[in-house]
Structure formats: C-alpha cells, structure tokens
C-alpha cells in the first residue's frame, strides 16, 4: 500500500514541477495583445480620458467598472465583452477593473497623478484554464496609464473623494453572482468604492453617461478605420449571401454564410444577433430564431454587422431567395430605397438628428398611398414603426446626444416596410417585409456611405445573384 502513495505523492510532485514549468513557458509567451496590431493605441484611449477629464467640473472625479463576467448556464460563461466605456478611456479588454479619472491631480505615492486603473492579477493556476492576463506589469506596458495597481489594493486605498464637489460613477450591471467580500471581484470593488463614497450622498452622480455621449459620438480617424474595416466585412458578407442563397435553405444556413465570412476575416463575433427574417418574419423587427426554411415563400431581410476590435457595423438588406423580387415585393422594395436616398440626403452637418427620418417617413406615407396600401398618409405608423436612425460605433445603438449632426458623427439610415399578414390591406401584400440600412459617415462636404460596396438596387441585386 505504501508503494502506490509514494508514487502518487512523487507524481504529483512532478505534476507540480510541471505547472511550474509551464508557467514558467506562460510568463515567456506573448501576451495576447502583441497577436495583432490595430487595436487602438494607447495615445487614443489617453486623448479620450483627457477629453473626458476637460467635460468635468472643477473638483470632481469620474469612475468606472468593467462589465461583469456573465453565467450562461452551470459552469459555462459567455463569451467576455467589455464595457464600452470602459473600452474607450482604457483599452483594458479584462474584467473585475475599474478606473478613477481626477479633475486636477492628486500626490499618490510621492507623485502627482490624475488617473489610476485597479486591475486583476495574473494568477499563474488560473491562466492555465482561462488564458493569460494582462496583470499590473502589462496593463502599465500596454494601457501606458500613470498609475496601475492590482484591483486588491483598493479596498485599503485612501483617496480623496471627501475633498470633492462631486464623483461620477458608472454602477456595474449584473453582479448577483459574486462576492462581495472578494476585493477582487467587480462587486468588491463597488462595495469598497461605495465605502468611500456613499452613492447617496450629494456628491454621488450617476450622469456620466451624457458626457461619454458627447465624446463616443464623434469619431476620430483611428476609430473609423476600425469601423470601416467592420463595415466592409459585413458588405463582403452580405454579397456573398447574396451569391450563395438558395431557397432550399433554411435561415439559419443563411446566418452561417454570414457569420462564417465575419469570422474569416477576423470579426470577433456579430455585434448583435444575426437577423435573417423571411417571408412572415421579415415583419417581426429584431427577429433572431432563424429556423424557417426559405422554400416557405418571401423575401430575406438579413439584418447583419460585424465587430471588428470593439466597433461593429449594421447594414441590412432584402434580397428574394430564388433571386427575383415579385411585381409586389418589387414595388415596397423600390418605395424603401427611394425612403432611404431622400433620408441619406438628409444626413447633412447643422440638419436635426432626425432630419434623415422625416425625410424617408414622408416619402414612405406619401407612396404607401399611390400603393393603395394605405387610404391616409397618417397611417403610415402602421407599416412603418421604427426610427430611421441610431448612432454606430462601439455598441451597434451607440451613445449619443441625438443633437443636430456634427462630422464624425456615423449613424445608420434604414427606413422599412412591414406588412404582417392580416394587416388591412390587399392580401397581395401580406408578409412582405423590406428594410434597407447603410451605415453614413457624417462630413462636412456631405453624407459618405461607408456601406456602399454592397449593393442596393434592385437590378445589381438580381444581376450579383445570379453570379456563382
Ligand atoms: N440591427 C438592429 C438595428 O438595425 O437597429
Ligand atoms: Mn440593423
Ligand atoms: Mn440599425
């Protein structure tokens, strides 16, 4: 008996010495951020904080969390997708983080500082199950932040919160499953920082929000690379759709043909569920199930983006599975296109933020009329129950002060059609569903489609459907 334990004690001795080693081998490896190279830089994420910094009042912090870490089911997480904001003032792609932004610089540790990161440490037992960590070594390499420190040192951390008018923070959503008492945890960090700053006291305030608006909102050169790059991943993949279709398919084989084109060229992941709603679920707006077969009959609105290094893109089109539009389909097909040109048009410098949806919603009740689809323009609500635009970047409905248009600003223009069966019109049109969606970079010398390199009419449709 005794042998077996010795040769288990020695075993696991080795089992040891071979952790060991291999995370000697770990610490030697690249970290995962020297995989690629155009991710944003370290000046980028510097030049938004001292952004936010100059939105601040004088006397006043700003702190943030990273987004938690999310439960799928049991033992199985979902994929980690940071914060935005978070993203956009530290580049930081790890959770159980938070950043502390001064308005004027405090002495911490013999020197003048405005800005400090807590971030997880590498744990070498851990990394062998989960992957490497940045750690504080590689957050002061990587993020180029002035004061880097494991995210265990907050919670005895004195700070000078009392001294100032005022702390905006961002509260971190969906914590229930960590522990509070764990100084590592997201949840720790929150509880030690509401320690130090009692979220109800007067100096607490929430609305940070608007002022990470006023900075997302407008897109820096660095930014729009990333976001065309995404944007012309999902162009790529929409054409292909469009080469590869079949009515024998069902929806989901089309959102594979998608998703497999994004992956191929480096996306991430979709930035939103895929949509690929036909026949009666081209009506149904954020339609995401994608099982019905396409010899069901109708049209395909696949509602698609890519997300490239943290910005994704959202272009839609409507294309019919055997690569001919009907008489009717051709019609709300062609009322849609003519809604979007006039709402492109309309996205314009110094125009209203809903100056684009004025103009395609007009166009739409005026030709939902000589459709007869409609008696009154009024009711063109009926078929037409979206807004025409949102802002794009980091989240697909991105943040923003929906404030007249500025350059730099890059929103969506994507006016649609819906005609549910049972709707109070010919039967002719029950089920047709048509919504058609460009991602506009707002500039001075006029809107740029940045999703132009897929098509959108009806005769460039058809003729890319019909190439192998
Ligand atoms: N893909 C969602 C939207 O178009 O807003
Ligand atoms: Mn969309
Ligand atoms: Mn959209």
Known sequence: ??????????????????????????????????????????????????????????????VLFSAPERNRSNDVY?????????????????????????????????????EMVFVQERNPS??????????????????????VLANTTFK?????????????????????????????????????????VDSFSPIAE??????????????????????????????????ELMRKITPEMAEYETEAIIEYVFKRNGAEYPGFPSIQGSGENSCILHY????????????????????????????TRTIPPDGKFSKEERKVYNLVLEAQKAGIEAAKVGNSFWAPHQAA?????????????????SAVGDYFMHGTSHYLGLDVHDAGMYMPLEA??????????????????????????????DDILIREEGPENLSAASPRTIAEIEALMEEE
């Open 1 to 62: 008996m005794k042998y077996p334990l010795v040769i288990g004690i020695l075993a696991f001795a080795f089992s040891l010495k071979a952790q060991d080693d291999q995370i000697k081998l770990n610490q030697k490896q690249q970290n995962y951020y020297e995989y690629e190279d155009d991710f944003l830089s370290p000046a980028f994420h510097q030049s938004r904080r001292d952004s936010l910094r100059a939105l601040m009042p004088e006397g006043t912090a700003a």
């Open 78 to 114: 979902y994929e980690y997708h940071q914060d935005p904001n978070f993203y956009y003032l530290t580049g930081l792609r790890e959770p159980n983080s938070m950043l502390v932004l001064f308005k004027e610089p405090i002495y911490f540790q013999g020197q003048e500082t405005t």
């Open 126 to 147: 851990s990394e062998i199950w989960n992957g490497r960590r940045l750690g504080v070594d590689g957050a002061i390499k990587r993020l180029e932040i002035q004061t």
């Open 156 to 196: 005895n951390l004195a700070l000078p919160f009392d001294s100032l008018k005022r702390v905006y923070f961002q509260k971190p959503y969906a914590m229930e499953e960590q522990d509070i008492e764990e100084s590592a945890s997201l949840k720790g960090l929150f509880h030690h920082f509401e320690q130090k």
């Open 206 to 239: 929430t609305h940070l929000g608007m002022m990470m608006a006023k900075l997302r909102q407008v897109k820096t050169e660095e930014e729009l690379s990333l976001l065309r790059k995404a944007i012309n991943i999902t162009c790529e993949a929409q054409n």
């Open 288 to 315: 995401t199930s994608n099982r019905r077969p396409l010899k069901n009959g109708g049209l395909l609105v696949s509602d698609v983006g890519a997300e490239y290094h943290a910005y994704t893109a959202d272009v």
């Open 361 to 377: 919603r007009k166009v739409i009740a005026e030709g939902l009329v000589k459709l007869g689809i409609t008696e009154k323009e």
């Open 408 to 437: 730099g600003n890059v929103i969506t223009v994507e006016p649609g059609i819906y005609i549910a069966e049972g709707s109070d019109c010919d039967a002719k049109w029950w089920n047709i569903g048509v919504r058609i969606e």
